[in-house]
């Protein structure tokens, strides 16, 4: 079972995350953060990869340090769960529609973090959660994983369905890239010899 758990203590944010790529997208999500938890949720789901969160942070001050240390937890345990890549199909891509919305994203677990984000939101807040933050969480998961993602909101006028398309897109490009190819369920995909 290629799983992790990741346990994150800072002066910010207490968390612990657990994870298992090889899943069903069976999740239990508690941030304090009522649409980031909806858009983990999605995250798990979509993708299959189950999905263990629980994090106390200062939100009193604001929600940037639960946002981030969210998605470098997440992140670090995608990185470790994946080992040393052997085997993975490494790319993936995924157009996710909903309603007016439409989303692409596109990764590469390559060992080379690096976030392309078009995607433009025209409210300051969902919910109780910053607009602004969201894109920092795919910052911060993709540097943490170590993916170079991009995330491209092709059209939208509704914001909570132009973010929930780009969790779900993320979703369902990691369930393709992170799958054991069984061509070369042995190897590692690139001709450096290491991801």
Not at 144 to 165: D, F, M, P, Q, R
Request: hydrophobic share 35%; net charge negative; aromatic share 6%.
């Amino acid at each position: 079972m290629r799983t992790a758990t990741i346990t994150r203590e800072t002066s910010e944010t207490s968390i612990r995350v657990e994870l298992n790529l090889d899943g069903t997208g069976v999740y239990e999500v508690s941030t304090g953060i009522g649409f980031l938890d909806h858009m983990l949720e999605q995250l798990s789901r979509h993708s299959l990869i189950d999905l263990k969160v629980a994090c106390d942070g200062d939100l009193h001050i604001d929600q940037h340090h639960t946002t981030e240390d969210t998605g470098i937890a997440i992140g670090e345990a995608l990185s470790k769960a994946l080992g040393d890549r052997k085997g993975i199909t490494r790319y993936g891509h995924s157009y996710a529609p909903m309603d007016e919305t439409l989303t692409r994203v596109a990764l590469d677990i390559s060992g080379r973090p690096y976030l392309v984000w078009k995607v433009d939101l025209t409210m300051p807040q969902l919910g109780a959660w910053d607009t602004e933050l969201i894109e920092h969480w795919f910052h911060s998961f993709a540097g943490a994983a170590g993916i170079t993602l991009h995330v491209e909101n092709l059209y939208g006028s509704n914001n909570h369905h132009v973010v929930e398309s780009c969790y779900k897109a993320l979703a369902r490009a990691l369930r393709v890239a992170v799958e054991i190819d069984p061509r070369k369920a042995d190897s590692i995909p690139s001709t450096k010899g290491m991801l």
